[in-house]
């Protein structure tokens, strides 16, 4: 139920109560909430966990009842809402939307983003419904709906993209031509025009009827926004244009129908100005709507990857249903070439499926039955069928989708700055406007008018301007070029780019604060096991003393240890099997604890084990001691072969690197960040492994419980620090990190820590998303700098500074045209994010 | 919900308009106290610009501190 208010002027709220046990509570939380000034009634529900509250708006307001209920030991929950918000076209818009969500009671927090029209919602369940909230924005002048998901959103997507592009379209098709017309109206008299330009076009009454549909069909939009927000105390751009095209059009028509009133007569009529200044604006919003869901590609990407339909059986028949109707345990078929709909388990065929787009695996991965399939892949040779495990939301495309939207709906630190100014920017314009206004009018005119002014880059003559109209104008001009659009977009656009970059390549920013804090990193903690090593040990040396051949004693050794159950034991059968040797069967097989293994081979005693077992059987190993202790020092485990009480020779085993780990930490050393190693293991392994990636600072022998502190040590250094590891074991760890990166979590992302998740187990992601971050971070700044500056240059020259010395001022339309170009160009500067390749690129999607 | 909007703007309108007057006001005292000699369509359009940007002003930051009493 929502916040309502009845007649006598008392609003009733309901909210949720969460850990109430027994009558007690009841009366607790019911005491406590009556205490609350303003507070008439209480009831508390056990059974349903609701509190129904009846109170005056003047006295205690919700954050206050669920303040009080919280320090009693009771949760009240909170809901997330996301809903996309529409017609929304500057940051101001953005501070709107937020302002006027949050004033809601019952709303905790509004995160909304303009380029992907997201509004995030948190408000107290019960407190308020969905409804209220998407009411509350439509009230002030945009359209809210609940954001959709897969491809029925990105049809909607479509749809609403489309139907603003074609009234932008219409817009124009009114505004330009006619604008085209009565400008050349206007300069009728001048340069070549009156030898070609029939006289009637030059009639004021004709400028004027053309001058009038443009001004309010096209320029309607902006007055209808401007009233529905400026009567609930908000304000955005759309005021500004409002102003803007309603002072030139109501100037040009006096000037037009009553030319005597004094405000300049028929000299000064400006129709081009209210045409042009319409023309320009429309133009803009044309622009942004074609560019704007460009920097959402990666979504639309990854949506377009779902399969749209799915083959199941049901009652032994072969039905086709739409893929969003499969459920946990059907049975789905696929053949060749076919998208697999949802994630599952093979259970019949066999086939090779391209996971490229998921995991990154460029070669196709084989399925047999017991296989696990991931929805979105694609069956590339035979067919096979599957049971259906995870549908809907829960599948890996899914999770990895609403990953990446939920991103794009963050604001990274570096937006306050923007939101902020923008914010405070329409109230700061038109003060600004009205200073213009009021130096020009009672000082500037007298001090500086010259009757040769004109506008810049128009032959148009100011002559018979007065006082009022040329104050007028530089006002107008003022609060057009002011618009605070470009600010709007410079940061969000660059987040949705960079998050959308990282999708492309496998790398899940979880907001836009990890995009930022990742560029700032100097410092990368790796832990050893699973992130630069495999994890599992394997056989990296054989080393056969005279008469003995190196694959002889490799399957000796694998022999001994087939039936072993250790670890090691099982690496060197691995070992041996990919060497293609034959492993048979051993007899008499005996671990002997601490020491190895003994066994019997055609009667022939194989020994495997350390020092202690060769000497216990009177073993000389005096010509393998060097190798022995070369491989130790290496940080391998050794183990001696003897066949018939003669030493045969050496298998050493170790953990061994990841394929790219090298290569990941020289370029993070080249680009300036420091790389740490991390891990439990002792420091001759330790460094032997460090020593091998060029790490020069290895923290040893650290407990799981301990790394987190080794990090916190790290970062009081200054360092900003990344945390590379395992998202489970790692976790505390990875909280405490500047950033967390969550390596190799395969398709299962939601159950991850970490501010950044790598989908593949491949180290390089981490010098990729580096760089993404890096890049985004540097797009950023370029686009705050650009809008900052343009406002900063603009604001100066449309308020009359040049004026004193040039006798020129900007015209209303060139300010909208510079507006209108600012945006644009900051976009354009966006999209070349798309372009960005990281250095150890491995594109997925 | 509704009663406290209406209650809201209620309470706005004779604040955010009665400082637009109050600015134009001072607008025209200031056409004649400048020694100046504006015609009579100056001083009107400047009032009547004056009171616009004036109303643009004071109404966002007056009805927000407004509904915020309101609302509690």
Redesign the interface.
Known sequence: M????D?Q?L?TVTLTVQGMSCAACVARVEKTLKQLS?VTGVHVNLLTGKAVVE???????IAEMVNAVRDLGYEVPEEELLLTVRGMSCAACVARVE?AVR?L?GVTDAVVNLPAESAKIRYYAGAIDKA?IKSEIDAVGYEASERLTGSEALDREKEARLKELRYQQRNMWIAWPLAILVMVGMFRDTWIFPYFVPKFLGNVYVLWAMTTPVALIPGWQFFKHSWNG??????DMN?LYA?GIG?AYTIATINTLWPD???GGRGATFFESAALLTAFIVLGRYMEALTRGRTSEAIRKLISLQARTAHVIREGQELEIAADEVRIGDIVVVRPGESIPVDGEVTVGYSAVDEAMITGESIPVEKRPGAQVIGATINKTGSFRFKATRVGGETALAQIIKMVEDAQATKAPIQKLADFVAGHF??GV??L??TV??FW??VGY?AFFTPGSHFILSPYSLSQV???GF??LL?VTTLVISCPCALGLATPSAVMAGTGKGAEHGILFKGADSVESSSRLNAVVFDKTGTLTRGEPSVTDVYPLPGFEGNEVLRLAAMAEKPSEHPLGEAIVHGAEAQGLTIEDVKDFEAITGHGVRAVYQDKVILLGNRRLMQQNNISIENLTPELEKFEAEGKTAMLVALDNQAAGIIAVADTLKENAGIAVERLQKMGVQVVMITGDNRRTANAIAGQLGIKTVLAEVLPQEKATEIKKLQDQGLKVAMVGDGINDAPALAQADVGIAIGSGTDVAKETGDIILIKDDVRDVVNAIEIGRATMGKIRQNLVWAFAYNTLGIPLAAGILYPFTGLIVSPELAAFFMAMSSVSLTLNTLLLKRFKPSLGTRVA | MSILEDRTARRSIPIYTGVSVTMSLLFLAATFLTGKSYTAVSRVGGMIWVFILSMIISMPIVIPKIRKKVLG
Not at chain 1, 2 to 5: M, S, T, W
Not at chain 1, 55 to 61: D, F, M, V, W
């Open positions: 929502d916040a309502a208010v007649g002027g609003a303003g109170y005056h708006p003047g006295g205690a307001g302002r004033a009671p209220r400026l009567k609930r105390g908000a304000t005021l102003t002072a009133a004094g405000f329409i109230a038109h003060a406007a009205l206004f009021l009018f009672f007298d007065g006082v009022f104050a007028l006002s």
